[in-house]
Nanobody, 127 residues
Framework: QVHLVESGGGLVQAGDSLRLACVAS????????MGWFRQAPGKDREFVAA????????TYTDSVKGRFTISRDNTKNTVFLQMNGLTPADTAVYYC????????????????????WGQGIQVTVSS
């Protein structure tokens, strides 16, 4: 069983930065791609970013490109999401997730490609 635990969320003002972290339990963290998603009230869960198992590949949704950076530390079973230039539109519950297929980044924007999810963490950006 794999458990994912997010941290680093909170209430910030527009223009501020936050760094989310997600720690994974279990083995083989270093052979799975990881993703970040978010869900705002009344909206569907939205893809934010993903990173391959060895960090060679990253991808982002258009609305966060140039502001957010995904990274990982396989020695600590942790994936990060550095969020700069936050706006109220970034307000959501953020989730980390582990891709279901080892050594694959197939369709990382699709939630059904992931089989383990964290409990989510609130990020609120005030104007």
């Amino acid at each position: 069983q794999v458990h994912l635990v997010e941290s680093g969320g909170g209430l910030v003002q527009a223009g501020d930065s936050l760094r989310l972290a997600c720690v994974a339990s279990g083995d083989n963290f270093n052979i799975y791609a990881m993703g970040w998603f978010r869900q705002a009230p009344g909206k569907d869960r939205e893809f934010v970013a993903a990173i391959s198992w060895g960090s060679a590949f990253t991808t982002y949704t258009d609305s966060v490109k140039g502001r957010f950076t995904i990274s990982r530390d396989n020695t600590k079973n942790t994936v990060f999401l550095q969020m700069n230039g936050l706006t109220p539109a970034d307000t959501a519950v953020y989730y980390c997730a582990r891709h279901a297929t080892p050594r694959s980044v197939l369709r990382p924007e699709e939630p059904n490609r992931y089989n383990y999810w964290g409990q989510g963490i609130q990020v609120t950006v005030s104007s």
